[in-house]
């Protein structure tokens, strides 16, 4: 099932985001809004709860207890986005929306797909709305996808970095974090640590306000 794949496993990739967003919503059409919910938490609990890296969930919350406000920005469909931000006590998240009427979904989406240049205009849009200053905000992702959200920020970074992605870091001097080996936070300083807010980094781009 496609749906089912794409929220598991986080896909983003240009060459099928259409073909995953016809599976997706022809999945959703007509079911209620209380059975997502109930797919989402299922979703989160045995298949992505166990894989977020714990290095960069402790750098998160130290982030947040210095005041900062995190946001999850991502193509994931706005039930499981919503779920994650929520447990993990994020400010909220900017996802993938369907169309809901009467408690049940359409089939259609309310605007399109958040991925790509769409992350950052949701990311614009949120800032207009909050009042955040961009050129003193972070983002990071891992995807050369992401690049549009990473240019609309004064601070980007990149996480367990594609190859593309980890090519432009270099050139562009944007720091670049690698929890797919072991570190231990002692080797961190406490710039590094009063910056770092990257969760999931295999599946989201994080928008952070300083």
Not at 33 to 39: F, T
Not at 74 to 90: C, K, N, S, W
């Amino acid at each position: 099932m496609l749906f089912r794949s794409f929220i598991l496993s986080g896909k983003e990739n240009l060459s099928d985001i259409a073909s995953v967003q016809q599976a997706a919503l022809s999945f959703v059409a007509g079911r209620t809004v209380a059975d997502m919910a109930s797919l989402a938490a299922e979703v989160f609990d045995e298949r992505l709860a166990d894989k977020l890296w714990h290095e960069v969930l402790e750098l998160a919350h130290r982030h947040m207890q210095a005041g900062t406000p995190v946001w999850l920005v991502t193509a994931t469909p706005v039930e499981v986005a919503d779920l994650m931000a929520h447990r993990l006590g994020l400010a909220g998240a900017l996802s993938t929306v369907s169309e809901v009427v009467d408690c049940a979904y359409t089939g259609n989406l309310v605007g399109a797909v958040l991925h790509g240049p769409e992350k950052a205009i949701a990311v614009r849009a949120l800032a207009e709305r909050e009042g955040i200053d961009l050129a003193a905000s972070s983002a990071y992702s891992d995807s050369a996808n992401d690049l549009p959200l990473l240019e609309c920020v004064g601070l980007p970074h990149v996480v367990n970095p594609d190859r593309r992605l980890k090519r432009i870091a270099r050139q562009r001097g944007w720091p670049v974090y690698e929890f797919r080996s072991a570190r231990s936070l002692a080797r961190w300083s406490s710039r590094q640590l009063s910056v770092a807010s990257a969760i999931l980094a295999a599946m989201l781009a994080f928008f952070a306000t300083r």
